[in-house]
């Protein structure tokens, strides 16, 4: 079991940047692959990023590469997601999620994730 806190959402104009942070309840973050997933108002909730339990394997949607940067502090207990030139349609509440399956590989699937965080909210405007 671990609990999961996302901070950093805000509101911010287009071409903006944003760093959201995911902090793990204990120091034990590097026990499970990290992902960043966002869901916008009347929408499903869509994958964005992940990363492996040793940052080595990273994975990112089409929409978000090149401008989003998912990174882990494991002696911190504590996962990133830098968000450069922002863009009203990455507007949607963001949350973090652990997956503490054995797998090598990072997942895209919102289900293959156990623990999830309250999420936090990022608005950009044009």
């Known amino acids: 079991q671990v609990d999961l806190v996302e901070s950093g959402g805000g509101l911010v104009q287009a071409g903006g940047s944003l760093r959201l942070s995911c902090a793990a309840s204990?120091?034990?973050?590097?026990?499970?692959?990290i992902g960043w997933f966002r869901q916008a108002p009347g929408k499903e909730r869509e994958f964005v990023a992940a990363i492996s339990r040793s940052g080595v394997i990273v994975r990112y949607a089409d929409s978000v590469k090149g401008r989003f940067t998912i990174s882990r502090e494991n002696a911190k207990g504590t996962a990133y997601l830098q968000m450069n030139t922002l863009e009203p349609v990455d507007t949607a509440v963001y949350y973090c999620a652990a997956d503490s399956s054995p797998r090598v590989r990072v997942s895209e699937v919102r289900g293959e994730y156990d623990y999830w965080g309250q999420g936090t909210q990022v608005t950009v405007s044009s």
């Open positions: 204990e120091r034990t973050l590097s026990r499970y692959h």
